[in-house]
């Protein structure tokens, strides 16, 4: 089964807001597109400002996303991403 992987997905692991399907740590064919990346770190960035998770749950998040990237297949961002976005 192929599954796409958006921000706001990676984003609620961290903060627990809404409902999830399973992270699984065999999905080898979860995608994302590059502008994820940078879209969940801003996400990271703004929670960790905004105090919304202590630093222990900041740390974590941090070593989570390395864990949910290396375990996804990244797409170029091109004009068909971004035509489905």
Request: aromatic share 12%; charged share 25%.
């Amino acid at each position: 089964m192929n599954f796409y992987v958006d921000s706001s997905y990676i984003v609620r692991l961290f903060t627990g807001d809404g409902p999830l399907i399973p992270y699984r740590d065999d999905w080898s064919e979860a995608y994302a597109s590059v502008l994820v990346r940078v879209e969940v770190r801003r996400a990271l960035h703004r929670i960790t400002i905004d105090g919304s998770l202590d630093t222990r749950d900041i740390e974590r998040a941090w070593i989570d996303l390395a864990r949910v990237e290396a375990g996804v297949q990244w797409l170029p961002l091109g004009d068909d991403i971004l035509t489905f976005a």
